[in-house]
């Protein structure tokens, strides 16, 4: 439904690194390959400087969807809660005489996902901008599991 002949696409050449090639959607085929339930579509790219040979490898991207000032985060730090999609946010009790949190704990906050890119997701409702997000060991976690901090990022709109 997003995608459409004449979207623009961005493909990088596994070896080509370091480059971009720029080309336009130009034929679609509507019926999925078998057991993949993947689309073969075609794409006329400009190959500036004759690098592009026949038989490289080639990987694409559409962008269908843009939006700014958006709330992301990366796709796994998702998990899901009894069929709900969420993260877990982190809430430190600071110790007034140290700079470090001295206790941290987790709370499930289910999110509304809207734009999926390759390696985040938006975060459309459901987390606030400075809040942080527990990005590895998620899945072993409950909601008031005690946990320490490594590294921390607060959350803000890109």
Known sequence: DKVRVGQPVELTVDAIPGMTFSGRMTEINPSASMGTRTYTIKV???NRDRL??????????VRVETKANVLKVPKDAIIKRNGVQGVFTIKCEKDEKASEAKTCGVTFAPIEIGIVNTLTVQAAKGLEEGEEVVLVGAAGLNTGDKVSVEKTSKLKPE
Not at 52 to 61: H, I, Q, T, Y
């Open 44 to 46: 006329d790219v400009e």
């Open 52 to 61: 592009m040979k026949s038989g490289m490898f080639a990987r694409g991207s």
